[in-house]
């Protein structure tokens, strides 16, 4: 919505260069209003549906139509995602499946995004961590988890796995020391992305 974008301010900046930033007035969201005025086609299209004919290019934010025979998440990665999830559900096992953002977790049998469920800050530094603390509930989630999927890793920083582990070392490796050495606390991570 115009004039009610989210922006993080940095600790060296003022607020006069936040609202000067460039790109700072065009995100996925907007764009896509945009496309449903450039593309009246798209305007019949559900959410989970736009993926399917249009991609949001990271650097620009702008939606444009995807090139013939070319398709994304609810094809190929979401037929090897959900026999997994289901397959370890059945045996009453948990797993976590994740995305990176709120449209890609529309085709996993997830509803959260990384940064929400594993409390990732948005301000992400060589020295992060996550928002999991001690005796919660979760990290008591965690400590049952057989296996998270992680959607469109490549997409996301390097810091932000690097939080999630440091996290996980210290909350796991809290009950289990031999936990403090292994990546991720010891738990199984599938990171998955269209790697094209």
């Given at each position: 919505?115009?004039?009610?974008?989210?922006?993080?301010?940095?600790?060296?900046?003022?607020?006069?260069?936040?609202?000067?930033?460039?790109?700072?007035?065009?995100?996925?969201?907007?764009?896509?209003?945009?496309?449903?005025?450039?593309?009246?086609?798209?305007?019949?299209?559900?959410?989970?549906?736009?993926?399917?004919?249009?991609?949001?290019?990271?650097?620009?934010?702008m939606w444009k139509q995807r090139?013939?025979?070319?398709?994304?998440?609810?094809?190929?990665?979401?037929?090897?995602?959900?026999?997994?999830?289901?397959?370890?559900?059945?045996?009453?096992?948990?797993?976590?499946?994740?995305?990176?953002?709120?449209?890609?977790?529309?085709?996993?049998l997830a509803r959260r995004t990384?940064?929400?469920?594993?409390?990732?800050?948005?301000?992400?530094?060589?020295?992060?961590?996550?928002?999991?603390?001690?005796?919660?509930?979760?990290?008591?989630?965690?400590?049952?988890?057989?296996?998270?999927?992680?959607?469109?890793?490549?997409?996301?920083?390097?810091?932000?796995?690097?939080?999630?582990?440091?996290?996980?070392?210290?909350?796991?490796?809290?009950?289990?020391?031999?936990?403090?050495?292994?990546?991720?606390?010891?738990?199984?991570?599938?990171?998955?992305?269209?790697?094209?």
């Amino acid at each position: 919505m115009p004039n009610q974008h989210l922006g993080t301010l940095r600790n060296s900046e003022c607020l006069p260069d936040l609202l000067e930033r460039e790109g700072i007035n065009v995100t996925m969201f907007t764009d896509w209003f945009d496309l449903n005025e450039r593309h009246p086609p798209a305007r019949i299209l559900m959410c989970a549906e736009i993926l399917k004919h249009y991609v949001c290019h990271e650097q620009s934010k702008m939606w444009k139509q995807r090139k013939q025979g070319r398709c994304i998440g609810g094809t190929e990665k979401t037929f090897l995602y959900k026999p997994i999830i289901s397959r370890l559900r059945s045996e009453c096992k948990i797993v976590i499946a994740v995305a990176y953002s709120d449209i890609a977790f529309l085709f996993l049998l997830a509803r959260r995004t990384t940064h929400s469920r594993f409390i990732i800050p948005l301000e992400l530094l060589e020295n992060s961590t996550c928002g999991i603390k001690q005796n919660t509930h979760l990290t008591k989630l965690m400590q049952e988890v057989e296996l998270i999927i992680w959607d469109e890793a490549p997409t996301i920083q390097k810091y932000a796995f690097e939080a999630l582990d440091k996290t996980l070392r210290d909350t796991l490796g809290y009950l289990a020391l031999e936990t403090k050495n292994k990546i991720f606390g010891g738990l199984t991570v599938l990171l998955g992305s269209d790697f094209r």
